[in-house]
């Protein structure tokens, strides 16, 4: 039986078995999926180690996927431009990297939610991994317009220069302040607020009629970051459960040639906060 796994430190809280398993359920496909712990010292020999003994294939998870990224040695577009992998594929010709996390999100916005991206006005908040990852599968979208907004404004403005050539729609940086009198369509909050339940500092009436807000966070309620965008006008919030959900499909697919529906899965796990 083909061998997969998702590494990370910790990991006992993926869900990652339980959707892959629902996957392979579903499509017929014979397969195992395990939590991996790697030691924090000891990810690159975890990974071979994993490989040597019949693995085919791995999701990575923090705080590995910048060494996921150096460990590969071959990576697909997306990945290279993420700076980062969440996936690998084991096979004769070496350790292919992909990152999946941006057309996660994209899938689950444009598909599960039907939000199109297309011709809208796009804020990502963020200029970590989390927000790099997603940069390039928008400006592949054409959006209108693409603004990425960090509490350092620097680290944005660097970000969206070191993306001005990869779209028909040049990105552009600043910090929270300087987005006061702009409206958006679609606002992606991509910074790690939510983890100390907390929401970015933003200015007030930055919400388009209609428009979407979007946590890639998720739990049981709504974040802090959703929370607050409901009272400031946003005309629907979604977390980011899809996103776990969609990311996992893209990897799923990369593995076995096969698209899984993701909607019984998710409306599982989602009952199941």
């Known amino acids: 039986m083909d061998r997969y796994a998702v590494i990370g430190n910790p990991i006992a809280h993926s869900k990652s078995p339980r959707i892959h398993a629902a996957f392979a359920a579903q499509t017929g ?28 294939g791995m999701n990575v998870t923090v705080p590995f996927k910048l060494e996921a990224f150096e460990l590969a040695d071959r990576l697909t577009p997306r990945a290279e431009a993420a700076g980062a992998v969440n996936t690998l594929a084991f096979g004769a010709d070496g350790i292919l990297g992909d990152n999946t996390d941006g057309a996660g999100i994209l899938r689950d916005i444009t598909v599960n939610l039907r939000c199109p991206v297309h011709g809208r006005r796009v804020l990502l908040l963020g200029a970590g991994g989390a927000a790099r990852g997603t940069i390039l599968p928008l400006l592949d979208a054409a959006p209108a317009s693409l603004t990425i907004a960090n509490r350092t404004a620097a680290k944005a403005a660097e970000l969206a220069y070191e993306f001005s050539a990869s779209g028909a729609v040049r990105p552009t940086g600043c910090g929270f302040a300087q987005l006061a009198g702009q409206h958006f369509d679609l606002i992606i909050n991509a910074t790690s607020a939510s983890l100390s339940d907390a929401a970015p500092d933003l200015p007030a009436g930055l919400y388009a009629p209609a428009s979407l807000a979007y946590d890639m966070m998720y739990g049981k309620g709504e974040t802090a970051f959703l929370a607050a965008a409901r009272q400031q006008g946003a005309g629907r919030v979604s977390d980011g459960l899809g996103m776990l959900v969609e990311q996992a499909a893209e990897s799923f697919t990369l593995w076995r040639g096969v698209r899984p529906d993701t909607h019984p899965v998710l409306a599982e796990l989602r009952a199941s906060l």
Do not use: H, K
């Not at 496909?29 to 085919?56: I, K």
């Open 29 to 56: 496909q014979q397969l195992s999926y395990e939590a991996l712990l790697a030691p924090l010292d000891a990810f690159a020999a975890t990974v071979l180690a994993f490989r040597d003994t019949g693995g085919r």
